[in-house]
């Protein structure tokens, strides 16, 4: 099988530190120019962590998804690999352009267990929007989401006889 790896969308991470940069001056000049403290101090805090947040997605250098032999590791999603024989189907979902894969898993509570607390509290809002319970990401990653899911459900079919 041939094995796919997808990085992350740097430049999507650039648009967004320019942006963060931008926010971070705004509160600058909300100090220098006498106008509420208390925004330009946030606007400096919130966008400056964020910014710091964009610039370490940028030199990352770790793929974010690896379809493989074995399964699918996503490292956003953070339950390490869903092996072919666990899935028993697929589809997607779009939420303002961005696009992810829903997993339909034979024991998906082996694999939530293994969720952080603040993703397993958004399972029911997840599901409430039609998602999965584990929901691949591929937001900014353009032109990949049919090929993956024609992928995961070829694979998976052949692991299911």
């Not at 946030?42 to 250098?61: C, K, P, T, Y």
Request: glycine share 10%; with cysteine; charged share 20%.
């Amino acid at each position: 099988m041939e094995r796919i790896v997808i990085n992350r969308s740097v430049g999507k991470y650039v648009v967004l530190l320019i942006c963060g940069w931008a926010f971070v001056a705004a509160g600058v000049f909300i100090l220098w120019v006498g106008g509420p403290r208390w925004v330009g101090w946030m606007n400096i805090i919130f966008f400056g962590a964020g910014s710091l947040v964009f610039l370490w997605q940028i030199f990352d250098s770790r793929p974010r998804l690896i379809i493989d032999e074995r399964g699918i590791l996503d490292r956003t999603l953070g339950v390490g690999v869903i092996h072919w024989a666990d899935i028993e189907g697929a589809y997607t979902r779009s939420i303002q352009g961005n696009d992810f894969i829903c997993l339909q898993l034979r024991n998906t509570d082996q694999y939530v267990r293994r969720l952080s607390k603040v993703k397993r509290a958004m399972i029911p809002a997840n599901e409430a929007l039609g998602f999965a319970p584990l929901n691949i990401n591929l937001s900014g990653i353009r032109g990949m989401t049919d090929r993956v899911l024609e992928l995961i459900l070829k694979k998976s079919e052949q692991y299911r006889h």
